[in-house]
T-cell receptor
Framework: EDQVTQSPEALRLQEGESSSLNCSYTVSGLRGLFWYRQDPGKGPEFLFT???AGEEKEKERLKATLTKKESFLHITAPKPEDSATYLC???????????FGSGTQLTVLP | DAGVTQSPTHLIKTRGQQVTLRCSPK?????VSWYQQALGQGPQFIFQ???????QRGNFPDRFSGHQFPNYSSELNVNALLLGDSALYLC????????????FGDGTRLSIL
């Protein structure tokens, strides 16, 4: 059974304090690893897709990386507006569906 | 360029009733997926529609059914509502190719009394 696990469940950072979020996955035939940001009362907002181990993507203060078992979302010098829940999801080529983790709730304090 | 739109935004029903939720995909997308998101959890896959057919289904009972129209819009129907069906229902659209990013609407918040 496909499984995606995110850690930590919650993370509080001071503004400017860099950190990383972890996403471990067990998926048959990975066809893509996705990161989303979700604000309260909103749907997930697409951030990145990673397709193969060693791949990296960057957007502003965020950088996503992928290995054969994990993905990391690195947040450099975060600002309060980066506060949100970050969701990781893996697309299985065999099951042909997207499996989400439970998310990391990030709070950045000014 | 309009993104994914869902209606209604909120809905209150009682146990045993039936509900229909609607979704219009992002322009240029032909595939629609539906998800259920409980509070504090990640979205759970219900099913996906492509070319007006259910292409893939998650672990949800037959009370959950759907439809896709020729203009790619979609409906999610839930019969015999249970208290446990209370959740945020999300629609996502993508191109037909597997592994392409799915773009989400803001969901319908369904409350069962």
């Amino acid at each position: 059974e496909d499984q995606v696990t995110q850690s930590p469940e919650a993370l509080r950072l001071q503004e400017g304090e860099s950190s990383s979020l972890n996403c471990s996955y067990t998926v048959s035939g990975l066809r893509g690893l996705f990161w989303y940001r979700q604000d309260p009362g909103k749907g997930p907002e697409f951030l990145f897709t990673l397709y193969s181990a060693g791949e990296e993507k960057e957007k502003e203060r965020l950088k996503a990386t992928l290995t054969k078992k994990e993905s990391f979302l690195h947040i450099t010098a975060p600002k309060p507006e980066d506060s949100a829940t970050y969701l990781c999801a893996a697309f299985s080529g065999s099951a042909r569906q997207l499996t989400f983790g439970s998310g990391t709730q990030l709070t950045v304090l000014p | 360029d309009a993104g994914v739109t869902q209606s209604p935004t909120h809905l209150i029903k009682t146990r045993g009733q039936q509900v229909t939720l609607r979704c219009s995909p992002k322009s240029g997308h032909d595939t629609v997926s539906w998800y259920q998101q409980a509070l504090g959890q990640g979205p759970q896959f219900i099913f996906q529609y492509y070319e007006e057919e259910e292409r893939q289904r998650g672990n949800f009972p037959d009370r959950f059914s759907g439809h896709q129209f020729p203009n790619y819009s979609s409906e999610l129907n839930v019969n015999a509502l249970l208290l446990g069906d209370s959740a945020l229902y999300l629609c996502a659209s993508s191109s037909g190719t597997d592994g392409q990013p799915q773009h989400f609407g803001d969901g319908t918040r369904l409350s069962i009394l």
